[in-house]
């Protein structure tokens, strides 16, 4: 009886015992010719094994990568495609580099801060005066979404000119929207549906009744 602590590492085992065996068999042959037409018979075998494979991308080429990798690479034949290595296949990724986490106000964003600095690359004009307003109003709906208390325009100008580092000044003349207006919404969003799961309610007691 053979156990499987003694056979062979199968390093790619969803090919299962037999190609392994029929890839040591290839490597113990002598003739490269023998070899290489065994190799090529093996590929075929494989390919039938994994038809799924077949809608991958060079999927040929995948294959004889497997081969050599169950071989171990210790297989010697002619491969229409670069040989694969063990230094390649090994070799760790390079770390990933991560956005910095340095936001200055984290209830603003990342974003915004990105928006600020295209704005501040632009040249004085209506176009830019235009744009900070669009900023600051963003700047005070993003504040009251994080907090429900009140925010004045004040507060908001300060937040812009620290956000650019001074750039951006909101004009003494620009009045942004009342926090009223810009809290309706979210309120008048919340009476509806309550009174809508209010007259459910009464509608489904009504026919419990009848």
């Known amino acids: 009886m053979e156990y499987n602590s003694e056979r062979s590492k199968m390093n790619i085992s969803e090919y299962g015992r037999n190609i392994q065996k029929m890839i040591e068999y290839i490597i113990s ?17 494989m390919g039938q094994l994994n038809p799924h494979l077949r809608d991958v991308n060079d999927f040929k080429h995948k294959l004889w990568d497997h081969l050599f990798i169950m071989s171990d690479f210790r297989l010697d034949v002619d491969s229409p495609y670069p040989v694969p290595s063990r230094e390649i296949l090994t070799r760790k990724p390079e770390p990933l580099e991560y956005a910095s986490n340095n936001v200055t106000f984290k ?22 005066d235009t744009l900070i307003e669009l900023i600051a109003n963003h700047l005070k709906k993003s504040y009251l979404t994080w907090s429900r208390d009140s925010v004045t325009d004040e507060e908001i100008a300060g937040h812009l000119s620290k956000l650019s580092n001074g750039r951006l000044k909101l004009q003494d003349n620009i009045k942004l929207s009342e926090s009223t207006e810009i809290l309706a919404p979210k309120a008048k969003k919340r009476k509806y549906q309550g009174n809508r799961g209010g007259g459910n309610r009464n509608h489904n007691k009504g026919r419990k009744n009848q």
């Open 107 to 128: 209830h603003y964003g990342r974003h915004i801060e990105r928006i600020i600095e295209k704005a501040c690359e632009m040249e004085e004009g209506e176009v830019k």
């Open 29 to 45: 042959v002598d003739d490269r010719e023998k070899r290489n037409k065994l190799a090529r018979a093996t590929i075929n075998v």
